[in-house]
């Protein structure tokens, strides 16, 4: 069965520097990994999304993800953090195969400081 | 805007009592699913349409929830004799199959809380 493992619970960073969230994934087969992001009281917003092409993704918002199979990760990272990045973050798996539901973690909640 | 809608988007309840929530998809999706998301939790998968058909449902969902799609477009989510735990926020995604991206496209939800 798949599953994500978010790392971090919390995040904070200060503005202008370097963003990480971490993710490890388990899948029996080729994956399908998404990033989602979700701001207080905002529906769910696709980041970007692996679906067996370039493993290094780029998203929306300068964010950008690299698929390591050898690693079972997908880390989400961003040059430079803006307030606006202030926001609740899910890295989710697709089943591969029937439903093609998601998978989601427990969220990492990314706080940015002035 | 052609995007997925929900309604309401927030209810409150009393214990006991009955809810009904209402989904919309983008027009041309065929799938259509239904997740729960607690309070510092992400989402947990309810259940999921394909057209009209209801082809999985979770452990998640008791007898007190019932879903429908009827003629395969907008669904409902009933809960029947609400319950504290049930206080949530309801999410509807829609998404096109096949497709190679299997991506979801969400909805804002429908936040109940049952007193």
């Known amino acids: 069965a798949q599953s994500v493992t978010q790392l971090d619970s919390h995040v904070s960073v200060s503005e202008g520097t370097p963003v990480l969230l971490r993710c490890n994934y388990s899948?029996?087969?080729?994956?399908?990994l998404f990033w989602y992001v979700q701001h207080p009281n905002k529906g769910l917003q696709l980041l970007l999304k692996?679906?067996?092409?370039?493993?290094l993704v780029k998203g929306i918002n300068g964010f950008e993800a690299e698929f390591k199979k050898s690693e079972t990760s997908f880390h989400l990272t961003k040059p430079s953090a803006h307030m606006s990045d202030a926001a609740e973050y899910f890295c989710?798996?697709?089943?591969?195969?029937?439903?093609?539901?998601?998978?989601f973690g427990t969220g990492t909640r990314l706080k940015v400081l002035a | 805007d052609t995007g997925v809608s929900q309604d309401p988007r927030h209810k409150i309840t009393k214990r006991g009592q009955n809810v009904t929530f209402r989904c919309d998809p983008i027009s041309e999706h065929n799938r259509l699913y239904w997740y729960r998301q607690t309070l510092g939790q992400g989402p947990e998968f309810l259940t999921y349409?394909?057209?009209?058909?209801?082809?999985?449902k979770s452990r998640l969902l008791s007898d007190r929830f019932s879903a429908e799609r009827p003629k395969g477009s907008f669904s409902t989510l009933e809960i029947q004799r609400t319950e504290q735990g049930d206080s949530a926020m309801y999410l509807c995604?829609?998404?096109?199959?096949?497709?190679?991206?299997?991506?979801?496209?969400f909805g804002p939800g429908t936040r109940l809380t049952v007193t």
């Open positions: 899948s029996s087969y080729s994956p399908s």
């Open positions: 989710v798996v697709s089943e591969t195969s029937g439903t093609y539901k998601y998978i």
């Open positions: 349409f394909q057209n009209e058909a209801q082809l999985e």
């Open positions: 692996y679906t067996s092409a370039a493993t």
């Open positions: 995604a829609s998404s096109l199959a096949p497709s190679g991206s299997r991506e979801q496209y």
